[in-house]
């Protein structure tokens, strides 16, 4: 039981003082995709090597959420989130100091895996110092944050490489965990659920191995030629997600990471489809978009950051609307609304994007897809969710961000893949037609001059690609970034097809399956009680009634974040 100091703290300050970690683990997600040019080109990176810095943060986190929260359970909530705290500056610090691409891609995992391990275990803490009665604003404080960060990363991180450098982008989390550390230690009891489930390590394991399998073939892919390894990549990964199902089913009653109840409840398996085709399609579609404003239209990365916000700022604006409007029984109406918008958003940027469009052109598809974003996110968790029962509560909310996350992370492998397909095959044909204007004994060594352009693994800087022969005069340099600038564009509206294409498929999901009923009288549900070692019942005050280990607790698998935290 809590000591009189601690039960006299407010709830919402608790929250606040566990949001901060939180907020810092979400930032980290979009801050780096402004940075990205000025990434590699301070390392020398190429674009594989640009998408990986990406997309290891994605695939620790995403892949380590439930069993976190199971570790919260098991040893408290407030330590794993110290120690997933603790891991997270570590690794940010390690970012911040890489001297090279691979130090820089594994910090990042680490840094996710610390995210992984944090963010679950503000669901029990809720739970545990809120009445049921306050759940839902407490949770829908945690959801408004999820749009702050998005908001905040393009913006926050486009000031600190315009006036710092992108490092700073990473040491600037060691002096906001050291402050979060510190008010947990001193606000934040060390609540002890002590509930024992299995921490499904093996399944785990092979859920990364499978997304690593599939990413490391897909992003890859160009660099090795498309050869024998990254299709034996690809089709390996492939099979130990097949296994990973199988091996779900068959442990359907001892603790499963996927339990497949949950899953035959329609809203909340379309709630799913409809969560990874939204991750898939913002982190796929943020990635080009922020590489195309600042190497092909020459934006500041503070002007590119500023012109991106439009779309989460947009969407923070709707979002209560798009809320009010599902509270009213127009859920399905709201989320087929939103994901049109964000479809014709995109479309619209396909089709106005060029190598000088103008600022000006692009406000209308960001605020187009910002309104998609709000109209799509603000009733998804609510719809989702509505006949979950409660004591699956926790899994099923984690679940829900499992599937975006995982949906990001395919959208960093595929649409890297053909962002680096297109732009070496438009490279390669513009080398190929200089060449011909050439001598043909010259032919030879102008191509093989140009290889690092077109070899798959081109790397692009702040500015877009290194002009390719050493010493190359200003004209020279002017006609390969011209090229490059085509080469982009055209690539971009290649791979923005893909989210164009999945929004289509929620969309008839979202359609066929989700429907308008009104929640389940479950009745309210219980906080988990407390429970602490060797702290005795205030003075005067005698100890409550133990409840039932399974009085209304809630699986924490999850973290307590509405969808749409990318």
Not at 163 to 179: C, V
Not at 245 to 260: A, E, T, V, Y
Not at 426 to 438: C, D, K
Not at 538 to 561: D, H, I, N, V, Y
Request: proline share 8%.
């Amino acid at each position: 039981m809590p000591d009189r100091q601690t039960r006299d703290k407010s709830p919402w300050l608790i929250l606040g003082v566990l949001s901060m970690g939180f907020f810092m683990t979400l930032l980290d997600m979009t801050i780096v995709n402004i940075a990205l040019p000025h990434v590699m080109s301070g390392l020398h990176a190429s674009l594989d090597e640009g998408l990986w810095v990406f997309s290891a943060y994605i695939l620790g986190y995403a892949t380590l959420l439930i069993v976190a929260g199971r570790l919260g359970d098991l040893f408290g909530p407030r330590r794993v989130y110290l120690y997933g705290l603790a891991l997270f500056v570590a690794a940010s610090c390690l970012c911040g100091a890489a001297p090279n691409a691979g130090v820089l891609i594994g910090a990042r995992f680490a840094q996710g895996v610390g995210g992984a391990m944090l963010a679950p275990q503000i669901l029990p803490i809720v739970t545990m110092v809120f009445p049921p009665s306050k759940w839902g604003a407490a949770f829908g404080f945690t959801g408004a944050l999820s749009g702050l960060a998005v908001l905040t990363g393009p913006t926050l991180g486009g000031v600190i490489v315009s006036y710092l450098d992108w490092r700073w982008i990473f040491y600037l989390n060691l002096p906001i965990g050291l402050a979060t550390a510190y008010l947990v230690l001193k606000h934040v009891h060390d609540y002890r659920p002590g509930k024992r489930q299995p921490l499904a390590l093996v399944p785990t394991a092979l859920l990364i191995l499978g997304l690593s399998g599939l990413a490391f073939g897909l992003i890859e892919g160009e660099r090795l030629d498309w050869d024998a390894t990254a299709w034996a990549s690809i089709a390996a990964g492939l099979l130990i997600l097949v296994y990973f199902g199988f091996d779900q089913r068959r442990h359907q009653r001892s603790g499963p990471l996927l339990p497949f109840d949950l899953l035959k409840l329609r809203n909340f398996a379309s709630a799913n489809i409809v969560a990874a085709v939204m991750g898939f399609s913002m982190l796929g579609a943020f990635l080009p978009i922020s590489l195309y404003l600042q190497t092909v239209l020459g934006m500041t990365p503070l002007r590119a950051g500023f012109t991106i916000a439009v779309m989460p700022l947009t969407s923070a604006l709707v979002a209560g609307i798009g809320g009010k409007l599902s509270d009213r029984g127009s859920g399905k109406a709201v989320i087929l609304t939103g994901l049109a918008c964000f479809t014709a958003g995109l479309g619209a940027f396909i089709l106005v994007t060029r190598t000088d469009t103008g600022t000006l052109d692009l406000i209308g598809p960001f605020l187009l897809a910002g309104l998609g974003m709000g109209l799509v996110f603000s009733p998804l968790f609510s719809v989702g969710m509505r006949q979950v029962p409660p004591p699956q509560a926790g899994v099923a909310s984690g679940l829900v961000n499992t599937s975006q996350e995982i949906g990001g992370l395919l959208a960093s492998a595929a649409i890297g893949a053909v962002l680096s397909m297109r732009i070496s095959s438009g490279l390669r044909s513009w080398v190929n037609e200089q060449a011909q204007a050439l001598p043909a004994e010259a032919r030879e060594g102008f191509k093989q001059a140009f290889a690092p352009l077109t070899d798959g693994a081109v790397k692009i800087g702040s500015g877009g690609p290194p002009p390719a022969v050493a010493g190359a005069d200003p004209a020279q340099a002017a006609k390969v970034q011209d090229a490059f600038a085509d080469a982009f564009t055209n690539a971009m509206h290649s791979g923005l097809l893909l989210p164009v294409g999945l929004l289509a498929l929620g969309w008839v999901t979202a359609l066929l399956l989700i429907r308008d009923t009104p929640a389940p009288a479950f009745g309210p549900p219980k906080p988990p009680p407390a429970r602490t070692t060797g702290s005795a019942p205030a003075a005067g005050k005698s100890a409550p009634a133990k409840q039932p280990e399974s009085a209304g607790k809630a699986e924490t698998a999850g973290p307590a974040q509405q969808p749409g935290t990318a």
